[in-house]
């Protein structure tokens, strides 16, 4: 079992920034690619970002291309998502997970997710 502990969430004003962590323990062998998925009030959960195992290969949404960055540290068993110029439908719920492929997590399997961290964007 792997175990995801996120953090980072809190109240922003629109324009701002957020970095949010998300640390993993348990059976850290059996993580590969890892990614940030967000649910806001009535809506679906939806993909953010992801991140192969080795850190380099990176998946976006469309939507939030060039306003976030995703990255990992191994040695640390942390993934980070930086994000910037917050807007107000950028309010959700934001999960991290596991997934159960070593490239890609969009669109597979997941394996483990963590509790969720709220972000709130308003003034």
């Known amino acids: 079992q792997v175990q995801l502990v996120e953090s980072g969430g809190g109240l922003v004003q629109p324009g701002g920034s957020l970095r949010l962590s998300c640390a993993a323990s348990?059976?850290?062998?059996?993580?590969?690619?890892m990614g940030w998925y967000r649910q806001a009030p009535g809506k679906e959960r939806e993909f953010v970002a992801g991140?192969?195992?080795?850190?380099?290969?990176?998946k976006f949404a469309d939507s939030l291309k060039g306003r976030v960055t995703i990255s990992r540290d191994n040695a640390k068993n942390t993934l980070y998502l930086q994000m910037n110029n917050l807007k107000r439908e950028d309010t959700a719920v934001y999960y991290c997970?596991?997934?159960?492929?070593?490239?890609?997590?969009?669109?597979?399997?997941?394996?483990?997710w963590g509790q969720g961290t709220q972000v709130t964007i308003s003034s």
């Open positions: 348990g059976s850290i062998l059996r993580i590969n690619a």
């Open positions: 997970a596991a997934g159960s492929d070593p490239y890609y997590i969009q669109d597979r399997p997941i394996a483990f």
């Open positions: 991140v192969g195992w080795s850190g380099t290969l990176k």
